[in-house]
Nanobody, 111 residues
């Protein structure tokens, strides 16, 4: 499985960004997809996940009510809509498939 993230950038506090993760590989459709993030000097932390087929979603407390994870099976993409961004959300965001496969990440700056 190969994962490629896009959509990062710089935004002011209160702004929005939409991250996308393009997945390829025959086993992608059977895996739970998710987003993690890592800020400088901090450990990688979970953000959100979505089950196979998109039926179940999970959000870590820090992003509940602000972020939305979604999956487009036709396009083999998983997206993360991030609203009401805060300075604490600044980090490198990584897409993962069952925590076994990882993308290179995309940078989000909030300032």
């Amino acid at each position: 499985v190969q994962l490629v993230e896009s959509g990062g950038g710089s935004v002011q506090p209160g702004g929005s960004l939409r991250l996308s993760c393009a997945a390829s590989g025959s086993s992608y459709a059977t895996l739970c997809m998710g987003w993690f993030r890592q800020a400088p000097g901090k450990e990688r932390e979970g953000v959100a996940s979505i089950s196979t087929g998109g039926g179940l979603t999970y959000y870590f407390d820090s992003v509940k009510g602000r972020f939305t994870i979604s999956q487009d099976d036709a396009k083999n993409t998983v997206s993360l809509q991030m609203n009401s961004l805060e300075s604490e959300d600044a980090a490198r965001y990584f897409c993962t498939a069952s925590s076994d496969y990882w993308g290179q990440g995309t940078q989000v700056t909030v300032s």
